[in-house]
């Protein structure tokens, strides 16, 4: 079974703090995708980066930056001097290729709040 | 270029009627997925189409539930009857390969009286 698990409901920072949105994933395919996905309060849903699982290397996205870690199972994401507008419920999700005919699982949500 | 499209944006209906939510994927890519999001549930995947032919419909709640794509730049998901409980944001993705990443619509907020 394939499984994506973000342990914190709800993050709360203030302006100019680092915050790091945890996700744990569980899958048997050995080959497999991970994205993190924006939900600003608007309500769309907007891709932020995605990663197969032979490249373990860190990626930095301007303010963000994502931690693949296959040995603990992990892709986690920090938002470095956090502003307002990041705002936002973030959903990380998992696609196994050869399981489940590659759907998109998502985990419960992490809605963050940075107050000014 | 234009991303996924959905309409309505929203839907207030009653229960026991018909409701059709409209999605026109990104021009080229040949995978179209329906989610739904609920507070309760999450956001799960309802069905999804590659080449317009259905492959997965595993996740559609209810024989109320169809869903059909024909042809390549629109897909309708209809419930008929509706009922209170189908109120939720439903979305429409779309990706070029299984693999690649699905692009999602701004959603259809239903709210079913």
């Known amino acids: 079974a394939q499984k994506v698990t973000q342990a914190q409901t709800e993050i709360s920072v203030v302006e100019k703090e680092d915050v790091t949105l945890d996700c744990v994933y569980e899958?048997?395919?050995?080959?497999?995708?991970l994205f993190w996905y924006k939900q600003p309060p608007s309500g769309e849903l907007v891709f932020l980066i995605r990663?197969?699982?032979?490249?373990?290397q860190n990626e930095i996205s301007g303010r963000y930056s994502w931690n693949f870690q296959k040995s603990t199972s992990s892709f986690n994401f920090t938002i470095t001097a956090s502003q307002v507008v990041d705002s936002a419920v973030y959903f990380c999700?998992?696609?196994?290729?050869?399981?489940?005919?590659?759907?998109?699982?998502f985990g419960q949500g992490t809605e963050l709040s940075v107050k000014p | 270029d234009a991303g996924v499209i959905q309409s309505p944006r929203h839907e207030v209906t009653e229960m026991g009627q018909e409701v059709t939510l409209r999605c026109k994927p990104i021009?080229?890519?040949?995978?179209l997925f329906w989610y739904r999001q609920t507070m309760m549930r999450g956001l799960e995947l309802l069905i999804y189409?590659?080449?317009?032919?259905?492959?997965?419909d595993s996740g559609m709640p209810e024989d109320r539930f169809s869903a059909k794509m024909p042809n390549a730049s629109f897909s309708t998901l209809k419930i008929q009857p509706s009922e209170p409980r189908d109120s939720a944001v439903y979305f429409c993705?779309?990706?070029?390969?299984?693999?690649?990443?699905?692009?999602f619509g701004p959603g259809t907020r239903l709210l079913v009286l």
């Open positions: 993705a779309s990706s070029l390969l299984q693999r690649e990443t699905q692009y």
């Open positions: 899958t048997r395919d050995t080959t497999y995708y």
């Open positions: 990663r197969n699982s032979f490249d373990e």
């Open positions: 999700a998992l696609r196994g290729i050869y399981n489940q005919g590659g759907k998109l699982i």
């Open positions: 021009s080229g890519h040949d995978y």
């Open positions: 189409f590659n080449n317009n032919v259905p492959i997965d």
